[in-house]
T-cell receptor, first 109, second 114 residues
């Protein structure tokens, strides 16, 4: 069983739709990162959170430590949001990031 | 700040050759990570340094891989001898506080071993 499960693996949406990407993990963590990787390959850190919710522009990330679950939401999606979104919990014990396999999002105009 | 700088961006080499990838972390960051990304395995941690000291190299595939961080502003990842299965994108990332600080990634070095 993978330590990090993301769903869906692929997601296609129309511009303007509300997007939710889910991440479940089985390891004990002290923080969780959401990363964005564009088709060009570069990786950008969107959020690092250890509890509650964070918002940045149209992006919102939430985490429930007890349920070992995090979600990334995109409001009013736009074609430029098309990318792979990667959930990466940070294991406090081993001090390692564990990576999900990513969710490929395509937003059509 | 220029961000995390990696070189080369692309490298094509023949099996058996030595490959050296370089990374300059963001000034002031005390943690540096080397990751490898392939289609099959996704992102994997190879090694990370804290205050220039290797903390965990359990992700280094085998003895052909080695990494150094001689000072706070420079790190290398070396593969000797290289093999076709080493073909991947290698990312360097830095942060101020291991995994609980925001991570900044370099643009990656795409390695192709023929």
């Amino acid at each position: 069983k993978n330590e990090v499960e993301q769903s869906p693996q692929n997601l296609t949406a129309q511009e303007g739709e509300f997007i939710t990407i889910n991440c479940s993990y089985s390891v004990g963590i002290s923080a969780l990162h959401w990363l964005q990787q564009h088709p060009g390959g570069g990786i950008v850190s969107l959020f690092m959170l250890s509890s509650g919710k964070k918002k940045h522009g149209r992006l919102i990330a939430t985490i429930n430590i007890q349920e070992k679950h995090s979600s990334l939401h995109i409001t009013a999606s736009h074609p430029r949001d098309s990318a792979v979104y990667i959930c990466a919990p940070f294991q406090g014990g081993s001090e390692k990031l564990v990576f999900g396999k990513g969710t490929k999002l395509t937003v059509n105009p | 700040d220029a961000g995390v700088i990696q070189s080369p961006r692309h490298e094509v080499t023949e099996m058996g050759q030595e490959v050296t990838l370089r990374c300059k972390p963001i000034s002031g960051h005390n943690s540096l990570f080397w990751y490898r990304q392939t289609m099959m395995r996704g992102l994997e941690l190879l090694i990370y340094f804290n205050n220039n000291v290797p903390i965990d190299d359990s992700g280094m595939p085998e003895d052909r891989f080695s990494a150094k961080m001689p000072n706070a502003s420079f790190s290398t990842l070396k593969i000797q001898p290289s093999e076709p299965r080493d073909s991947a994108v290698y990312f360097c990332a830095s942060s101020f506080n291991r995994g609980t600080g925001e991570l900044f990634f370099g643009e990656g070095s795409r390695l192709t071993v023929l």
